[in-house]
Nanobody
């Protein structure tokens, strides 16, 4: 059983930066991956970024390419999402997920509680 706890959300102005963290505890398996998803108010949960356990593969949604970077520190069992050049449309609850590497939310069976990111204009 894997548990995920996100942190690092908050309020930031347009153009600002935030770094989200996702701490994993419990049993993790080296051939699985982590993903970040986000859900804006009244909208579906959308893919943001994913990374394999080894870090050899990463994938990003087109809307965040060049602005967001996903990384992981296996020694700390932590995955990060560095978000730069934030826009108001990035406002959402951000969720960390653990499961099979990919961009579909159905690849992931374990989810964190989410952390709110609000970008003011």
């Amino acid at each position: 059983q894997v548990q995920l706890v996100e942190s690092g959300g908050g309020l930031v102005q347009t153009g600002g930066s935030l770094r989200l963290s996702c701490a994993a505890s419990g049993r993790t398996v080296s051939n699985y991956g982590f993903g970040w998803f986000r859900q804006a108010l009244g909208k579906e949960r959308d893919f943001v970024a994913a990374i394999t356990w080894s870090g050899s593969s990463r994938n990003y949604a087109d809307s965040v390419k060049g602005r967001f970077t996903i990384s992981r520190d296996n020694a700390k069992n932590t995955v990060y999402l560095q978000m730069n050049s934030l826009k108001p449309e990035d406002t959402a609850i951000y969720y960390c997920a653990f499961g099979n590497y990919g961009s579909s939310r159905y690849n992931y069976g374990t989810w964190g509680q989410g952390t709110q990111v609000t970008v003011s204009s």
